[in-house]
């Protein structure tokens, strides 16, 4: 048994949680700093199981957190990655409408691209099929976003890791059960070693919002898991688009809609999804692993009120998302980006990841935003859905902006 002590104690080292390390070392807030995550490696779940696309900032509504921290981000980022040599895919995206009365929302986009500080161009047909020469767009028109790259995820989060812990911060893995004792700023683990802290914060990403309970914080919040499974195209295929290329969303649901995105090898794997099905566990990779029946049936109660009552035109998600994981509906919505493309260029890819979509039970309502919340002595992380990833060095800024860190270190 241990008496741990620290400043800042982070609990979850996904990519949020270590850009919050990084951040907190390079503000000169603290050098006492531990991370503490319940399994063994670290990046095994979202942050190393994500498209891995640097976004630019198209989508988000400007004065949204995630409007604020997009472009910031993914600028940060990329030149850290870049100064580390690790894997990187300039390669760029383009958005095309898969019907013509979709064209009106790529405005919409370059509207909300343009207020959020990111570059944006109309393409016409010519110009999309320059560069994916058999990409389909309803309307002849396309918009191109040059600055959207694609990391190799993992890396990222392993080569993170690393520096933190050349810079002193200590990691504590495998912490599955522990108990909180929110009033004497202490963590008690499994076997009986003790973490003392001046200010805790919860990036569990998933189980963000249980962790968060613990501390009285966030009850009416509740996380919806959604399976991201992926295709991907085979080597033999005669169609290999070398740039992302996404459909137009629907703004109105957090997913982006099934889109083709290379990675970082030197010849890129295409990958196609992924897909956003309600999934039946937070950690529900594969088959009856990790499957969660009472947190299932609860939360397929609220996606068939969610559906009866239409919020936020959440029939649109049902009929057009929701089954996208079945082959002959995934293969129609690529169809959509790409009408040559047939079942046999692609095969399912073993990647595979879960959107972890907050619930608000008072509003009866999915959050779309990244959302931040203060408890004793702690800040809570809640909804760091996409593009957390990106975002993660900005999105840590905003945090320690935002939270009552200072007040509880002083
Ligand atoms: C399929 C998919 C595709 C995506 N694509 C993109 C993309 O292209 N670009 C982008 O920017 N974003 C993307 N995202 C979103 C992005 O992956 C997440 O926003 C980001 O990884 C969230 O990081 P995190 O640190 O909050 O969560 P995580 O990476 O999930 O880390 C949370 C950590 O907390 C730990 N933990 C949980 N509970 C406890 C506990 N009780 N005690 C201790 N530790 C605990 C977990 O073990 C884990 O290590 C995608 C997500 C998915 C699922």
């Not at 030149?79 to 894997?87: G, H, I, K, Q, Y």
């Not at 099905?277 to 996606?303: F, H, V």
């Not at 809570?380 to 320690?400: C, E, G, K, Q, R």
Request: aromatic share 8%; net charge neutral; charged share 20%.
């Amino acid at each position: 048994m241990t008496s741990f002590n620290c400043d800042i104690l982070i609990v979850g080292g996904g990519m949020v949680g270590l850009s919050l390390a990084y951040q907190v070392l390079g503000r000169g807030i603290s050098k006492n700093i531990i991370v503490l995550d319940k399994e063994d490696k670290f990046g095994v779940h979202s942050s190393g199981r994500n498209s891995g696309v640097l976004h630019a900032g198209l989508y988000y509504k400007p004065g949204t957190l995630k409007a604020r921290v997009c472009v910031d981000g993914a600028k940060r980022l990329r030149e850290w990655v870049e100064e580390r040599n690790l894997p990187l895919n300039a390669c760029g995206k383009v958005i095309v409408p898969q019907r013509i009365d979709l064209d009106s929302q790529l405005e919409v986009l370059a509207e909300r691209g343009k207020s959020n500080g990111a570059t944006v161009e109309f393409w016409d047909e010519h110009q999309l099929h320059q560069c994916i020469p058999e990409a389909r767009t309803a309307s002849g028109r396309a918009l191109w976003s040059p600055n959207t790259a694609v990391v190799k995820p993992i890396s990222v989060v392993n080569s993170l890791q690393s520096e933190l812990i050349e810079k002193g911060v200590r990691f504590l893995s495998g912490c599955r059960n522990w108990f909180a004792s929110p009033e004497q700023c202490k963590l008690t683990l499994a076997d009986g070693s003790t973490i003392s802290y001046g200010h805790l914060i919860n990036s569990a990403g998933l189980q963000a919002d249980r962790v968060a309970h613990l501390f009285g914080v966030g009850l009416q919040y509740t996380l919806l898991p959604f399976k991201g499974l992926y295709w991907k195209l085979k080597p033999e295929s005669p169609i290999q688009p070398r740039c992302n290329l996404y459909p137009v969303p629907d703004l109105n649901v957090p997913f982006l809609g099934v889109h083709f995105t290379p990675n970082t090898e030197a010849t890129p794997t295409i990958s196609i999804g992924p897909t956003a099905t309600p999934a039946w566990g937070r950690e529900n990779y594969r088959g009856l692993q990790a499957i969660e029946p009472l947190m299932a049936a609860s939360n397929l109660s609220i996606l068939a009120r969610q559906y009866l009552a239409n919020r936020g035109g959440f029939r649109r998600y049902v009929h057009e998302q929701a089954f996208l994981s079945l082959p002959p509906l995934l293969l129609n919505a690529a169809q959509q980006l790409i009408p040559e493309i047939k079942s046999e260029y692609f095969s399912l890819s073993d990647k595979v990841g879960i959107r972890s979509q907050l619930f608000n039970r008072d509003g009866q309502r999915l959050e779309d935003d990244f959302l931040c919340l203060d408890g004793p002595h702690s800040t809570h992380v809640l909804n760091a859905i996409s593009p957390a990833f990106t975002a993660s060095f900005a999105l840590a800024d905003l945090i320690l902006d935002q939270s009552s860190l200072a007040n509880n270190l002083s």
